[in-house]
């Protein structure tokens, strides 16, 4: 089906600041309850944001929300303004830990993964933003300040490879997940995800000419692309559970036009602001930190309760779990 405009604009486009509205020292490391680390990278990854954190600072949220028990945008609000005016080493999360059960199935005595408190965040962020709006289109839906930022859509194009007829759906996204399965580098993972693949067998489509199931060819792009761009490099092997290893090599800038869904002859360039690592033999279990880019535009290294400066050389030969581009 053909994407229909948007019938409202929930937050205004020209309101979104791309670049840091200022420029602070890096704020300090978040405390471990044990098995909150997951927790921390995500916070950690989401307040060097620069439109995220730009708005957050703003305090336009907090002064028009009317959420009684549980606001994400809230929590959130009130999480960077203390990271970004503290002056302790480190600070606890208190309610972001405090609200795990509204954010999703997570608890803070039990280790969770990085990637699914990603997705419940920032749904949860996007949720905030849609109060009192829930019967609203998709397309309009997809006009909040979340959906602005982290939001895009993908494409899927089925064509009947008897008659050459195109169907074309859209699903909207927040982040994406890839698999990684042998490519040694993110280039070569993008390349695998959006080349076409063949449905035969039970995997047929039916085709509306012929009136029955037919081969067919199937293509997934990137139809429009977010503001920030959130990758899951997928390291759980389904086969047998395990963790998979490899290093991906990832560029400090990435060109996203070779998996648009249109082709352009001008690059869509983002540049690499946040990594997320998992260190451990097993994705049961293990250790989380991350590396960020702040307002300065140095690069650290945040783990936990420490955080020490490093180069982008150091950032860019981690085995990366998730990888955050901005445009």
Known sequence: EEMTPPQRILFPPENIFMDWLHTRRPGPGLRNLGSTCYVNVILQCLTYTPPLANYLLSRQHSQSCHQQVFCMLCIMEDHVRKIMYSLANAILPRAVLRSLRFIGEFKPDLAGDAYEF?????SAMQNACLTGSRILDISSQSTTLISQIFGGFLRSRVMCLRCQAVYDTYKAFLEVLLKIKAASSLTTVLENFVKPKLLDGKQCMKCSRFRKKM????????HHAPRVLALCLGRVDVKNNRKIS????????????PYMSEAAREPLLYSLYAVVVHSGETCLAGHFFCY???SNG?????DDESMDDCDIHTVLGQQAYLLFYIR
Do not use: F, G, H, N
């Open 118 to 122: 990603l997705c419940c965040a920032l």
């Open 215 to 222: 081969i067919a060819s199937k293509r997934i792009t990137i």
């Open 246 to 257: 490899q290093v991906v090599e990832y560029p400090e800038c990435l060109d996203l036009q």
């Open 292 to 294: 960020i880019k702040a």
């Open 298 to 302: 140095l690069w650290y290294k945040m």
